[in-house]
């Protein structure tokens, strides 16, 4: 078992660019594909970027690219998301989330929420305009 604690959330103001971090601990951090999603109020949970477990090989919804970078320091036992350029309807709470390393490595492999084991408590970022 993996636990998950995230945190870099907050007031942000529209183009700005934090940064997430979540941090694991528990079983072998190297273990796991690690991916971050999101939840608006009244709407579905929304995929946003996942890694593999070597940081080789990244996949991101079509609307985060080339504005969020996903990574991970399995040294640290860390998983981080960059986000540049932020808009208002990026407010939402985020989570990271881990899931087993076997499987396929298809996008959809790593896009399903419902393939995830673990997830932290999330942390809200509200960007305001």
């Known amino acids: 078992q993996v636990h998950l604690v995230e945190s870099g959330g907050g007031l942000v103001q529209a183009g700005g660019s934090p940064r997430l971090s979540c941090a694991a601990s528990g079983r072998t951090f190297s273990r796991y594909r690690m991916g971050w999603f999101r939840q608006a109020p009244g709407k579905e949970r929304e995929f946003v970027a996942a890694?593999?477990?070597?940081?080789?090989?990244?996949y991101y919804a079509d609307s985060m690219k080339g504005r969020f970078t996903i990574s991970r320091d399995n040294a640290k036992n860390t998983l981080a998301l960059q986000m540049n350029d932020l808009k208002p309807e990026d407010t939402a709470v985020y989570y990271c989330?881990?899931?087993?390393?076997?499987?396929?490595?298809?996008?959809?492999?790593?896009?399903?929420?419902?393939?995830?084991?673990?997830w932290g408590q999330g942390t809200q970022v509200t960007v305001s305009s």
């Open positions: 890694i593999s477990w070597s940081g080789a090989n990244t």
């Open positions: 989330a881990a899931r087993s390393v076997d499987g396929g490595s298809s996008y959809a492999a790593y896009s399903s929420f419902r393939l995830y084991d673990y």
